[in-house]
């Protein structure tokens, strides 16, 4: 089974600024790999497929990177509609579908 | 327009069994796996189990095998979950979720279920 860390648990940064979150896999899960964005309330949104491809419809300020055990989701420069929680998700070796444990993006 | 739509919120008593209704529209319900994905209140999301409409085949997760059932109906394009021994720990929103090719396309909106005495 393969667990996926994300990092940090909270990251607090003012709007307009970058946003970089990590997502480690115990083991290597090529580029199978996405990012979820989930508000309160919402259903959880794709962001990011195969590492790096955006989702239909998200705004190029997303954008995902790495291979193998190490990921990164970056927000170029964040807006107020950006502060979320946001969870990687391994598709590669299945079952299970593993989710990290999110990170809390908040306001700085 | 790809929809999915969950039956609303349930109360339980501990013990009891929850069954919720996941209806899909704008695409062939018959081609894409539909998931089930638990969040418990402060937690993140875990990953219950999937069904294959096309066939009715199902994959559990470990921490739910034996006491979750997914099914789907294909006359009627409808996913269902149902999970059985009910304890407080089920309490959480239990999401359906479509999958192209592994990953999470379209959600649900959740449906909560409190387990209380």
């Known amino acids: 089974e393969i667990t996926m860390t994300q990092s940090p648990a909270t990251l607090s940064v003012s709007p307009g600024e970058r946003a970089t979150l990590s997502c480690r896999a115990s083991?290597?899960?090529?580029?199978?790999l996405a990012w979820y964005q989930h508000k309160p309330g919402q259903a959880p949104r794709l962001l990011i497929y195969?590492?790096?491809t955006r989702a239909p419809g998200i705004p190029d300020r997303f954008s995902g990177s790495g291979s193998g055990t190490e990921f990164t989701l970056t927000i170029s420069s964040l807006q107020s509609e950006d502060f979320a929680v946001y969870y990687c998700?391994?598709?590669?070796?299945?079952?299970?579908?593993?989710f990290g444990q999110g990170t809390k993006l908040e306001i700085k | 327009e790809v929809q999915l739509v969950q039956s609303g919120a349930e109360v339980k008593k501990p013990g009891a069994t929850v069954k919720i209704s996941c209806k899909v529209s704008?695409?062939?319900?018959?081609?894409?796996?539909m998931h089930w994905v638990q969040q418990a209140p402060g937690k993140g999301l875990e990953w219950m189990g999937l069904?294959?409409?096309?066939?009715?085949?199902?994959i559990y997760a470990e921490k739910f095998q034996g006491r979750v059932t997914i099914t789907a109906d294909t006359s009627t394009d409808t996913a269902y979950m149902e999970l059985s021994s009910l304890r407080s720990e089920d309490t959480a929103v239990y999401y359906c979720?479509?999958?192209?090719?592994?990953?999470?396309?379209?959600w649900g909106q959740g449906t909560l279920v409190t387990v209380s005495s």
């Open positions: 195969g590492a790096s």
């Open positions: 979720a479509t999958d192209s090719s592994g990953y999470f396309d379209y």
């Open positions: 704008g695409y062939t319900f018959t081609d894409y796996y």
């Open positions: 069904v294959d409409p096309e066939d009715g085949e199902t």
């Open positions: 998700q391994q598709y590669n070796n299945w079952p299970p579908y593993s």
């Open positions: 083991q290597s899960i090529a580029g199978n």
